[in-house]
């Protein structure tokens, strides 16, 4: 949404008192983040702790990874002067059974009180390709979550919307993650998982409650690295990218996924 700065405090760790991963069962895992979500309003999962519950080893996440190669141009975003990659999709998600459906294709549009953007604007975007749909580890994002939302919202069935994004810079032009500055979503569950870096700075992101009182700022480094936010109290948005190498493309990955009640 790298490491701390002076002034915000970090989320909590995911670990017991006293350090080390939360013992127990991959459900047992779920609901420790989902409690530390629900008492602080954000939360920072580990890469090491998000990958081994993806069950994503280093050939399953190079395989995950690959479909950001895939992305098309966001034509809404290139018009306010940022270059950006994406698609989406949508599913039912019901977490007890397991059950994970994807929905119809329909154009995005932001609820009120969210993005100033583009509230009320239906937007139109190319639809999730099929090899990332069936992904073994986007599957297990969205059990993973969908079991994390039901500790902000007793809802048997979520709506899940997929968006992943690649943010690109350039030797003339830093890249805009949020080119629409702090903000929330208008949903119960906001999630942004690191897929990748390639020759960036910056991109740090900063969540703070609704007046505006910092909760976490952080940079997002290490792909796996998890970050959640209860929507409905907390507002979030990351700074430009740049070009480390100017010769060379520079770009983020991240996969945003929210939650709300079906």
């Known amino acids: 949404m790298e490491h701390s700065t002076e002034g915000p405090r970090t989320a909590p760790s995911t670990s017991p008192p006293g350090g080390g991963t939360p013992t127990g069962g991959a459900g047992d895992v779920a609901r420790a983040v989902g409690r530390a979500l629900a008492a602080e309003g954000v939360h920072l999962v580990p890469a090491a702790a998000v990958r081994a519950r993806l ?12 479909h950001w190669d895939s992305l098309s141009t966001d034509g809404y975003a290139s018009a306010r002067g940022t270059r950006r990659l994406r698609r989406y999709g949508r599913f039912s998600v019901t977490p007890a059974a397991g059950r994970i459906v994807l929905l119809p294709q329909e154009p995005f549009v932001q609820p009120e009180n969210s993005n100033p953007l583009y509230v009320g604007v239906e937007r139109t975007f190319d639809p999730l390709t099929d090899s990332f749909v069936a992904d073994p580890v986007l599957r297990a994002l969205l059990r993973l979550l969908g079991e994390v939302a039901t500790a902000l919202d007793d809802s048997a069935t979520w709506s899940a919307k997929v968006h992943p994004f690649r943010v690109v810079a350039s030797a003339d ?12 979503d208008g949903v119960t569950l906001v999630s942004s998982l690191l897929v990748g870096r390639s020759n960036v700075a910056g991109g740090e992101s900063s969540v703070s409650d609704p007046d505006g009182r910092p909760l976490l700022t952080t940079t997002l ?11 409905r109290r907390t507002l979030h948005g990351v700074s430009p990218v740049r070009a480390v190498d100017a010769g060379r493309p520079a770009h983020r990955d991240v996969l945003v996924v929210t939650f709300t009640p079906d």
């Open 221 to 231: 480094d290490e792909p796996g690295t998890l970050l959640l936010g209860d929507d």
């Open 55 to 66: 069950g994503a080893d280093e050939d399953a996440w190079r395989r995950f990874s690959a």
């Open 173 to 184: 032009a830093h890249g805009l993650p949020t080119p629409e500055g702090r903000h929330r």
